[in-house]
């Protein structure tokens, strides 16, 4: 399926309520190849830790695992097991390709339809991550989604696979990324509480030249109106940076 020839494209796959982990450890220079190993890692990991903190699969379905100095709960839902692996996949090859601008975890009510949260992960190539970051920056742009058994919305952004051999140890990557998983655990302290069932989507953004396969299809961007944005932590890989942050709907003063 071809992407539409404007802007970048936000790629979608929906789904209601899966899993895929690759991290290869790389030597003080990071690969491109160790560099999307992290960064896929990074999102499955960041993905599972939204969903058991903001209550969108039981807490019961997830497993504990030791990552990045942490215990990060991953889930067992066989399902969102076989979903995640195949968006990780994707990403994987996106990553590799330069075609991934950025990822979008979108929080939906399934009573009222309505998006109240946006975690979004915007993903440039580090040699020339402030010019990525403003060209990924644009989502007015038609998106694509896969509509699939399960659905869940994916969309992608970076510009580029130039590697930058800085020399970067994946401890320190790993300390980076630790602290934004933390951010992840602690947004239950700001985060208006979710007073109604809600599913997820997964939005990806990619460049007009992405591969997109034929599952995939255009997605709408679920912008949030009246709504507020905290930014989290980034982290390097010398290759790749993640910028994380994310927006949510505002409650209602009636619902303080």
């Not at 071809?2 to 220079?29: D, G, R, Y």
């Not at 929080?107 to 402030?130: H, I």
């Not at 599913?199 to 255009?218: H, I, R």
Request: with cysteine; proline share 3%.
């Amino acid at each position: 399926m071809m992407l539409m020839a404007t802007m970048p494209t936000i790629v979608s796959h929906h789904h209601h309520s899966t899993s895929m982990s690759a991290a290869t450890k790389t030597e003080n220079v990071i690969t491109l190849k160790g560099s999307v190993a992290v960064v896929s890692e990074f999102f499955y990991c960041a993905i599972n830790s939204i969903l058991y903190q903001r209550g969108i699969y039981q807490p019961e379905t997830f497993k504990r695992e030791s990552k990045y100095g942490l215990t990060i709960l991953t889930t067992t839902d066989e399902g969102l097991l076989k979903y995640l692996h195949q968006i990780m996949s994707q990403m994987e090859t996106w990553l590799v390709e330069g075609d991934v601008q950025r990822l979008v975890v979108v929080v939906t009510g399934v009573d009222s339809g309505e998006t109240l949260e946006r975690w979004q992960f915007n993903v440039s190539v580090d040699d020339k991550a402030g010019a990525d970051d403003k060209k990924g920056g644009d989502e007015n742009n038609g998106p694509v989604s896969n509509e699939s058994s399960s659905g869940s919305s994916a969309s992608a952004s970076a510009s580029g696979t130039t590697q930058k051999k800085m020399g970067k140890s994946v401890k320190e990557i790993h300390n980076e990324i630790q602290a934004i998983i933390r951010q992840i655990t602690a947004s239950v302290t700001f985060l208006p509480l979710l007073n109604e069932p809600c599913s997820f989507d997964l939005l990806v953004y990619t460049n007009q030249t992405a591969v997109v396969p034929q599952k995939w299809e255009d997605s709408d961007p679920r912008y949030i109106m009246n709504s507020q944005e905290v930014k989290l932590r980034s982290f390097t890989t010398s290759v790749h940076k993640v910028e994380s942050m994310v927006t949510y709907k505002e409650a209602d003063e009636w619902e303080l």
